[in-house]
C-alpha cells in the first residue's frame, strides 16, 4: 500500500504543532508548511517542513504536489487589517483549494470558527452546524468566506470540504464560558482524522466542540462524518468556577456565540 500523505498548514501554531506529532501515524507522511520557523524534522519522524505563504499559489501546488489530503490550518487570529485577513485568510484557503485542484487532491479539511456565526444568540436550543453565518468580526467574514470558497470547490470540482467551527481549543478549559465551549486536544485530532476518513463526506459544517456537560451547540454533523468527542469540560468546573469571576468578558457575553467577540468594546478586527 503506498503512503498517506497530509499537508498540514499552519503547522507552526497551536493547534497544527500539537497536530504535527499528534497525526504521526505508520505509512504517513506529514508536509508541513508555515511562513513562521518550525523545527527541524526529527530522525524518526516521516515528514517535511516546507516555509511558505499560504497565499502563494505556486508554493502551494508545489508542497501539496502527491499529497491525499490537506488540513488547513494557517490564519491569523484577532488584531490584523481588513487587507491581512483578506491576504492570508481568504486568499491562503483559496490557494489550498487551488492547490488541491492542481494536484487532484480530493479532501480538505478547514479550521472555521464560532466567530463565523458569533452575531448569533445563544437560545434554549442546540446551535445547529449549518448555522446561518453572522460574523462577529472581519476574522469571522474570513471563514465565512473560506466556508463559502469549499463549498464552490466542493461543488465544482468535487472536493471533500470539511469546515470544523472550532468554538475555543485549549489544552483545559480555563475560564467559565470554555466549559461549554471547549474543544480539547485530543478530541481536536479526533475531529481531523474523523474528517481525513469519512467516506465521501462531500461538503460539511461541522461544530468543533468536546462533549461538554454545558455545550450549546450540536454534534450531529460531528456524530454524521464519524467525530465521537470523548472529553468533556465539566471535570474542571469547580476549579474554573472558583478561580474565575462572573464578570469577567467571556463570561459576560456568553450569551452570544461569539462571546466577548460581540461586545460593545471590541471593533471589527477584534480588538479591545
Ligand atoms: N485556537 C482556537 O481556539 C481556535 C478557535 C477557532 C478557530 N481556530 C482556527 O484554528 C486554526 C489554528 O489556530 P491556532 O490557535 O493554532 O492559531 P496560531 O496563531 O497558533 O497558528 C496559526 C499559524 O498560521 C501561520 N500563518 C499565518 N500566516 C501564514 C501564512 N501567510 N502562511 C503560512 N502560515 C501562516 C502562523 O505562523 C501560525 O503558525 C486557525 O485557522 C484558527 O483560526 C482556532
Given at each position: 500500500m503506498s503512503e498517506q500523505v497530509i499537508v498540514i498548514t499552519g503547522s507552526a501554531g497551536e493547534i497544527g504543532s500539537m497536530l504535527r506529532h499528534a497525526l504521526r501515524r505508520p505509512g504517513r507522511r506529514l508536509v508541513l508548511i508555515d511562513i513562521a520557523d518550525q523545527p527541524a524534522v526529527e530522525p524518526d519522524e516521516n515528514a517535511a517542513v516546507v516555509s511558505a505563504s499560504v497565499?502563494?499559489?505556486?508554493?502551494?501546488?508545489?508542497?501539496?504536489?502527491?499529497?491525499d489530503a490537506i488540513v488547513h490550518m494557517a490564519?491569523?487570529?484577532?488584531?490584523?487589517?481588513?487587507?491581512?485577513?483578506?491576504d492570508v485568510n481568504i486568499n491562503g484557503t483559496y490557494a489550498v483549494l487551488e492547490a488541491a485542484r492542481r494536484n487532484n487532491i480530493g479532501r480538505v479539511v478547514y479550521a472555521s470558527s464560532h466567530h463565523a456565526v458569533g452575531f448569533n444568540p445563544k437560545t434554549d436550543t442546540e446551535a445547529p452546524d449549518y448555522m446561518f453565518p453572522r460574523p462577529d468580526s472581519y476574522y469571522g467574514v474570513a471563514k465565512v468566506a473560506?466556508?463559502?470558497?469549499g463549498s464552490l470547490y466542493h461543488d465544482r470540482h468535487g472536493i471533500d470540504f470539511i469546515a470544523l467551527r472550532i468554538a475555543s481549543y485549549r489544552a483545559r478549559p480555563d475560564d467559565r464560558r470554555a466549559l461549554s465551549n471547549w474543544l480539547s486536544?485530543?478530541?481536536?485530532?479526533?475531529?481531523?482524522?474523523?474528517?481525513?476518513?469519512?467516506?465521501a463526506p462531500g461538503f460539511r459544517v461541522v461544530w468543533g466542540v468536546s462533549n461538554n456537560s454545558r455545550r450549546w451547540m450540536s454534534l450531529e454533523e460531528a456524530r454524521a462524518i464519524g467525530f465521537e468527542p470523548q472529553d468533556d469540560a465539566e471535570h474542571w468546573a469547580e476549579q474554573v468556577m472558583a478561580s474565575t469571576s462572573p464578570d469577567d468578558p467571556g463570561a459576560q457575553w456568553d450569551h452570544m456565540l461569539?462571546?466577548?467577540?460581540?461586545?460593545?468594546?471590541?471593533?471589527e478586527a477584534g480588538r479591545s
Open positions: 497565499s502563494d499559489v505556486e508554493a502551494m501546488t508545489q508542497a501539496c504536489a502527491g499529497a490564519s491569523l487570529l484577532d488584531g490584523a487589517t481588513w487587507t491581512q485577513y483578506v473560506s466556508e463559502a470558497l486536544p485530543d478530541d481536536t485530532v479526533r475531529a481531523v482524522e474523523a474528517s481525513l476518513s469519512a467516506p461569539g462571546g466577548k467577540f460581540t461586545a460593545d468594546g471590541f471593533d
